[in-house]
């Protein structure tokens, strides 16, 4: 049992635990896009994000990739509201960030190859 994730409680979190390098969100529909907004602003040491089966969208995917600075790895699982659009965006905008979205009637990974390139595989 845990607490409720909520801007409130990442502010919390941000103020105690500034160099956090991981945060994993699953099961709740208290975390949508104005949250993303908040860790992509105050989690700079962020390098794993993992998302599963909350209420996000492409504004949410698209604050984490225009913040978050040190984050190399973003995984959303059964967040309907993420499109492949969105991702491919987060992708030219960072290429080092590896991408993982399964929403829940499409699964695509993006990477990149030896020149940059986005490929999906």
């Known amino acids: ?9 990442f502010n919390v979190l941000a103020s ?3 160099a956090l390098k991981r945060i ?3 099961n709740t529909d208290t ?11 105050k989690f700079t040491s962020l390098k794993k994000l993992c998302i599963k089966n909350c ?10 990739g225009e913040g978050c600075p040190s984050l190399v790895k973003l995984k959303v699982k059964r967040c309907r509201g993420v499109t492949k659009a ?10 080092s960030v590896v991408a993982s979205i399964d929403a829940g009637s499409m699964i695509f990974d993006l990477e990149h190859d ?4 986005n490929v999906q595989i």
């Open 24 to 26: 994993a969100i699953c």
């Open 86 to 95: 969105s991702v491919c965006q987060l992708k030219l905008q960072r290429c």
């Open 1 to 9: 049992m845990g607490i409720p994730a909520t801007v409130g409680s």
């Open 31 to 41: 975390v949508g896009d104005s949250e993303l907004v908040f860790i992509a602003a």
């Open 16 to 18: 105690n635990c500034p």
């Open 55 to 64: 209420p996000i969208s492409d504004t949410g995917v698209k604050s984490v």
């Open 114 to 117: 030896s020149w940059g390139r």
